[in-house]
């Protein structure tokens, strides 16, 4: 017998702005019982996985997003859940509304340099699976400040 949860999928969502820098947020995540450095993200809540990363990109930053890229699909706890996160770029980006929820009263964001994000991980200060993959998806791409 196995135990497991249900919940739905995720997204996480790196916005990166035309002079290399990506936003990031830092909020308290109960469980772990801290503040913790992550890009932008949440659960789909039955929306496609695109509409929801858009979503939760200005409700969480209050920006939106020209073009959204798929940089791909994990499963962070596959022994756990059977939940995926779906990973994007955003790009194009211009103001929007923030929406955010009670849960994210105390979200502050700041932008880094692609650059500085990716030794945020390495220094383990970014820890969260969708985000420390999504950051290393986005520097491996073509085109884009490489590691």
Same mark, same amino acid.
């Given at each position: ?69 798929t940089l791909g699909v994990i499963d962070p ?21 923030? $929406? ?21 991980? $390495? ?5 969260e699976a969708g985000s420390v993959t999504a950051l290393l ?6 085109? $884009?400040?490489?590691?």
């Open positions: 017998m196995y135990e497991h949860v249900s919940v739905s999928d995720g997204v996480r969502v790196v916005a990166l702005d035309t002079a290399g820098r990506t936003l990031l947020v830092e909020d308290t995540f109960y469980l772990q019982g801290r503040r913790m450095l992550h890009v932008p993200g949440g659960g789909t809540d039955g929306q496609e996985p695109r509409r929801a990363a858009l979503r939760e990109l200005e409700e969480e930053t209050g920006l939106a997003a020209g073009r959204l890229d706890l596959p022994g756990t859940t059977r939940a995926r996160a779906h990973l994007m770029l955003a790009t194009d980006l211009r103001p929007g509304r923030m $929406r955010r929820d009670a849960t994210e009263e105390g979200m502050t964001v700041q932008w880094r340099p692609l650059h500085d994000a990716v030794e945020a991980v $390495r220094a383990g200060e970014i820890t998806l986005t520097a491996l791409t073509p085109g $884009r400040h490489q590691l």
